[in-house]
Nanobody, 124 residues
Framework: VQLQASGGGLVQAGVSLRLSCAAS????????MGWFRQAPGKEREFVAA????????SYADSVKGRFTISRDNAKNTVYLQMNSLKPEDTAVYYC??????????????????WGQGTLVTVSS
């Protein structure tokens, strides 16, 4: 499956931004989808994940209550709604797809496909 992330940009702290990740190539609804991010000089970290149907979601503690992951299987797209952005949210955001069961804490190595990343920069 091919993943194309979009929606990043330069924003001020406190505003909202929505990232999208469009999938193509195979049956999107068969994949668990996740968002990860990597800040400069840091390791890639988990942000959010969503099950095949969208009925289960999980979040990193740092974004819980501010970010919302969702998916539209008819459009083969997963979203990350980011509210109340903070400078520490600055990172390249990656979407990922996993052919396998959903779990609340999937590690990056458990995902099979990755998008190219979209840069989010939050200024103070």
């Amino acid at each position: 499956v091919q993943l194309q992330a979009s929606g990043g940009g330069l924003v001020q702290a406190g505003v909202s931004l929505r990232l999208s990740c469009a999938a193509s190539g195979r049956t999107f609804s068969n994949y668990v989808m996740g968002w990860f991010r990597q800040a400069p000089g840091k390791e890639r970290e988990f942000v959010a994940a969503i099950s095949w149907s969208g009925s289960s979601t999980s979040y990193a503690d740092s974004v819980k209550g501010r970010f919302t992951i969702s998916r539209d299987n008819a459009k083969n797209t997963v979203y990350l709604q980011m509210n109340s952005l903070k400078p520490e949210d600055t990172a390249v955001y990656y979407c990922a797809a996993r052919w396998g069961p959903y779990s609340d804490r999937l590690h990056a190595y458990e995902y099979d496909y990755w998008g190219q990343g979209t840069l989010v920069t939050v200024s103070s």
